[in-house]
């Protein structure tokens, strides 16, 4: 008897970003529809033998996407908002859910389905949307076509199906439209109902059916709701069998729910929470096959595969090897393709990586060694060289920062004075108008921009030439905000493509690969940088840009930075070692940096955190332990300078009701958020939390090229200072400007500069 391996799910986007480039040329009306099918299909093809000759059992059908697998959920049980119906063609559908369609010729204009995070990942999803009295229907038209095409090349394939109570949880209600999504449990079973009939018709043997909500805290209707429905779906008359599929955390107390539920398999995520093995063991239904993750499916490191093995040899022992089967985590959308697609990192650190392939192969190894005691085998072998070599490594143990992380005290964490204080310093030395107008740190990256910075990495452009050509786009940048009157001035980040990234080139413990792309969301990719050893700053990273745009100009500027949380939050990050440890070391380098800038005269800093609430964990019985290293990571980075120099903060996404106690405790001086979407309704929970230190409620939306009139600004405003102090409200946009044009950027900013200058006299 062997030992099954199986894959969840495979990166769909392509190792050179296929999918992203046929899906942009589609857009753009560049190529046809049968070219970007050709594409899809190829990479479809591609991926299969892949995992084929990888050796994995249970290879994945369906789990391939043109835009994101929950929009395919939807379409397939028919939850098509009334809006897109009239869409005739089903791509052209497709599209408009997911990104809009415009088309002024044919008379169409809808908004696309709202986006976001997938649970706790950088991958966004589309929310689905179900409407009063909503009917279900089947369509497995894509879910067959794709078990078809993969019969077709030979390879027998399990199904991926994203299900019924996740894809309820998910969803959301149409906005007018009462009740909540759970009440359409009743109306959509039948459709699971008759897919897993279709499906056994075409004698599918199993089926995954991804329920990764049954690792969150659920209320007792959602509870409830997976009684209900695992029972059903297990309970169909012909269907094929059912793994339940669970990624992301424990199964805590909802482990009974599958049992009860009475499916043949259920899948596990051993890596991010091995701890639940036991338990999972031992409440296992008496013949129910479980699928281990014990390959990391979210992160690039290679396995320790001895550890991992240990964990499968702990459930072949108990289970014996015909019900366990080895798997990743997750699927493996989480991840780059391939390692051997990276050419340019050094041999040593790319043998401590696993990309999407070489998992496969590991999860195959694993699999063959399921039931020997000492596994032996090449990849064995190489895996311990790896580990014990990076273990040892000087590049990843730094006896320097080890020492510093470990003497951090409380003293570090606080700021001299308390924020009253600081603020009657603070406004004696700026002599600030009320409600004085800042923006948030970048300005626009133009064509010019990109194209320079293009050509100097290309070594087109002499370093000296983009030097002073950046320094020409600061000093006009400066120019401007001083002729538009705004009061806290920024250099405008020109010199830098992406706010994590660029200080992770000048940090050391940090390396870039050439394709580690992974899918955010459609065709947008990113390309995360990996955090491997610990963390040095050589020299100061961003002093020279302020002092030149502070030297232009008698304005206070601000100097601007990434937070220690959303560097680590945008990076894959070492394995090693727990992520508060890592956060902490770059909270220093952070630090070092903002005392830096205050002793090259920058009066004002900006440490940009707009990551801090999307590290919130799944459960929260955990937030309490998250929030309190990543709010003393913030207060170790922005706490060593003196009272009278201004520490602002940036925060995109802002749904912080929950979690205001924390952002207050940063203890930011001015805290610059994004509310214009909300119509400042956030700040009405800011107003009864009493939140202590100044606000800047962003006054206009920076995501859309619309220029907001100066009244719906003077509007906001009034409507801030209606909940909170005027003294203690700053104006701002949302946002970075960076996506932006100039022309709509200074209409917008001389509507705001006039906006304060009405309030002002108003309030
Ligand atoms: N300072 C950054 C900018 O303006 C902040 C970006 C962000 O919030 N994501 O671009
Ligand atoms: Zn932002």
Partial sequence: ?????????????????????????????????????????????????????????????????????????????????????????????????????????????????????????????????????????????????????????????????????????????????????????????????????????????????????????????????????????????????????????????????????????????????????????????????????VVDGRNIWRTDLDAAHGLVLRAVARLGAARVIVAPSCSLLHVPVDLAAEKKLDAELKGWLAFAAQKLDEVRALAGAAESEQPSGVIFEEARVALSGRRASPRTRNPAVRARTAAVTEVMKRRAAPFADRATKQRARFQLPALPTTTIGSFPQTGDVRGAR?????????????????????????????????????????????????FGERLEGYAFTENGWVQSYGSRCVKPPVLFGDVVRPEAMTVEWSRYAQSLTKRPMKGMLTGPVTILQWSFVRDDQPRSETCLQIALAIRDEVVDLEAGGIPIIQVDEPAIREGLPLRRGDWAAYLQWAVDAFRVATSGVRDETQIQTHMCYSEFSDILDSIAALDADVL????????????????????????????????????????????????????LPVERLWVNPDCGLKTRGWPEVEGALVGMVEAAKRARARL
């Fill in 672 to 723: 610059l958020i994004e509310t214009s979407r909300s119509r400042m309704e956030l700040l009405v929970d800011f107003g009864q939390f009493r939140y202590p230190n100044d606000v800047g409620p962003g006054v206009y939306d920076i995501h859309s090229p619309r220029v907001p009139s100066t009244e719906e600004m003077v509007e906001l405003l009034e409507r801030a200072a209606q909940v």
């Fill in 454 to 502: 293009a050509a100097w990495r290309a070594g087109k452009m002499s370093e000296a030439d983009y030097q002073e050509f950046l320094q020409a786009e600061t000093r006009r940048c400066v120019e401007k905000q001083e002729a538009l009157g705004l009061d806290v001035l920024v250099h405008g980040e020109f010199e830098r493509t992406d706010m994590v990234e660029y």
């Fill in 1 to 293: 008897m062997t030992v099954f391996a199986s894959c969840l799910g495979h990166p769909r986007i392509g190792v050179a970003r296929e999918l992203k480039k046929a899906l942009e040329s589609f857009w753009a009306k560049k190529s046809s529809a049968e070219a970007l099918e050709g594409v899809a299909s190829s990479l479809r093809r591609r991926h299969w033998e892949a995992m084929k000759s990888a050796g994995i059992d249970f290879v994945p059908s369906n789990d391939f996407s043109l835009y994101d697998h929950v929009l395919d959920a939807a379409v397939m049980v028919g939850a098509v908002p009334a809006r897109y119906r009239g869409i005739e063609d089903r791509l052209m559908r497709y599209f408009a859910m997911a990104r809009g369609l415009q088309d002024r010729g044919a008379g169409v204009d809808v908004p696309a389905l709202e986006m976001t995070k997938w649970f706790d990942t950088n991958y966004h999803y589309i929310v689905p949307e179900l409407e009063e009295g909503q009917a279900f229907q089947l369509d497995a038209t894509k879910l067959l076509a794709e078990l078809e095409e993969a019969r077709a090349l030979g390879v027998e394939t399990r199904p991926v199906i994203l299900g019924p109570v996740t894809l309820l949880l998910l969803s959301k209600v149409a906005s007018g439209g009462k009740g909540e999504p759970l009440d359409h449990l009743e109306a959509l079973l039948p459709v699971y109902e008759q897919l897993l009939a279709q499906l056994a018709e075409r004698h599918v043997g199993w089926v995954q059916i991804d329920e990764p909500c049954l690792v969150l805290d659920l209320s007792a209707r959602a509870r409830q709701a997976y009684e209900v429905a695992l029972k059903r779906l297990a309970g169909s008359v012909r269907r094929p069998k059912i793994l339940v599929a669970t990624y992301f955390g424990a199964l805590g107390d909802n482990l009974s729910l599958v049992r009860e539920g009475g499916c043949e398999g259920l899948h596990v995520d051993l890596v991010r929470a091995p701890e639940q093995l036991d338990a999972v063991l031992a409440g296992l239904g008496a013949e129910t096959v479980l699928s281990v993750g």
